[in-house]
């Protein structure tokens, strides 16, 4: 559901548009799906470097349209169950697209979570010409958890970076083999680390470090949606460097930990984008995972019984009315992930546009953008949205 405008919005929108629209044909609006088909499939690794560690991947890549043909992916929820989440749009194992060494980026899941939790900003990030990685943190997934083989928080935490790191090692050599299926397919000049929650903490800790780990100095963006930042210090905060976009909800309970960050971050390319009314779990596949199990008759007095209690309360607080539209927080999710990266990873200035608070005024009346300016803290424009939206609010109710 989308709003009217009052007509000065109608003609600010109308402009800014007719600005974009005469942009570089091969850019596309980040909302929108990008120019490329979609591939996905699972690999195998070990890190050697750390008892053969192993980390199954899950990778999602662009695909040239000859080669958009076949199954699409069903990715598994529950393998002892035979439960998996269909997509509607990538490719299950097909070719990566042949248009030379693209942008890598690797997603870290939440804490005891799924590396497939967040699929459909995987596969649009795909679609606008990413190789996406996210890797399951072993020890700290769902199935550590109901197999009883998870790791403290303590250990989870020390992990998470040189899992990333390692994810990182492991594309670029894959991409440096002529006889692998992603030769030449990966640029090393072009990383970003995205991640939700606890994935979150991770973003954030490869450009800041987190005790004794060093940030990675490969990484040059980060998308920390919904982070749990309370474990990493003021002053590791303070030393990121990369452009860096926060994402999360109003009614997130970890929306004061992503404030915190924004305010100790030194740079003029950090934007916090907060969506009114989405919760913690508004950014991750949590409706789509718990419609498949009640699809397979196994409704919620079950979960518990198959190690989903979890789910319960943000099925909840996520998925039922009066909750906020999943599909809309989806939208917002998808298309500043994609302006983000594709600002600061391919260097378009055609996205510019998406990341300020004018464009948030007139075309995201469920958005606040807090991008700073440098001699004059906050954009005022940002405070002006945000009072237009709260009017707004006032006058209409969110969408279902």
């Known amino acids: 559901m989308r709003f009217q405008h009052p007509s000065s919005t109608v003609?600010?929108?109308?402009?800014?548009?007719?600005?974009?629209?005469?942009?570089?044909?091969a850019s596309e609006p980040p909302g929108s799906y990008g120019a490329w088909a979609v591939g996905h499939r699972q690999l195998a690794s070990a890190d050697a470097s750390r008892g053969n560690r192993s980390l199954p991947l899950e990778v999602w890549y662009p695909v040239d349209a000859p080669?958009?043909?076949?199954?699409?992916?069903?990715?598994?929820?529950?393998?002892?169950?035979?439960?998996?989440?269909a997509s509607a749009v990538a490719y299950a194992g097909v070719p990566v697209s042949n248009a030379g060494p693209r942008p890598l980026i690797v997603f870290s899941h939440g804490s005891g979570g799924l590396a497939i939790q967040s699929i459909k900003l995987m596969e649009h990030l795909a679609s606008h010409g990413f190789v996406v990685v996210a890797p399951s943190h072993t020890g700290?997934?769902?199935?550590?958890?109901?197999g009883g083989t998870a790791v403290?928080?303590?250990?989870?935490l020390l992990d998470r970076s040189p899992d990333v790191s390692f994810v990182i090692d492991h594309m670029t050599e894959r991409s440096a083999d002529s006889l692998d299926s992603f030769f030449g397919r990966i640029d090393a000049q072009k990383i970003g680390v995205a991640g939700h929650s606890l994935g979150g903490f991770t973003a954030l800790a490869m450009a800041s470090g987190y005790g004794a780990i060093p940030p990675d100095p490969r990484v040059k963006a980060i998308l920390p949606i919904a982070p749990s930042a309370s474990y990493l210090s003021d002053a590791e905060l303070a030393g990121i460097s990369v452009p860096t976009l926060l994402l999360t909800g109003t009614l997130d309970s970890l929306l004061s930990e992503q404030i915190r960050v924004f305010g100790l971050i030194d740079r003029v390319d950090r934007y916090r984008v907060d969506v009114i009314g989405a919760t913690h779990t508004h950014f991750a596949n949590i409706c789509d995972i718990a419609n498949t199990l009640i699809a397979a008759s196994i409704t919620e007095d079950l979960w518990p019984v198959i190690g989903a209690a979890a789910l319960v309360a943000p099925y909840h607080a996520t998925c039922l009315p009066p909750a906020f539209s999943i599909e809309e927080a989806t939208r917002i999710q998808n298309l500043y992930a994609a302006a983000f990266f594709r600002r600061y990873l391919l260097d378009d200035s055609f996205y510019d546009p998406y990341l300020t608070s004018d464009?948030?005024?007139?075309?995201?009346p469920f958005v606040i953008i807090a991008v700073p300016e440098p001699g004059f803290g906050l954009s005022l424009v940002s405070g002006m949205a945000l009072l237009a939206v709260l009017k707004l609010r006032r006058k209409r109710q969110l969408p279902h």
């Open 359 to 364: 464009y948030a005024l007139a075309n995201e």
């Open 152 to 156: 403290s928080l303590t250990q989870a």
């Open 67 to 85: 080669d958009a043909v076949g199954p699409l992916t069903l990715y598994t929820l529950v393998s002892s169950l035979g439960l998996t989440l």
């Open 140 to 146: 700290n997934t769902q199935a550590d958890i109901t």
């Open 11 to 25: 003609s600010l929108s109308l402009l800014l548009c007719s600005s974009l629209l005469h942009s570089a044909s």
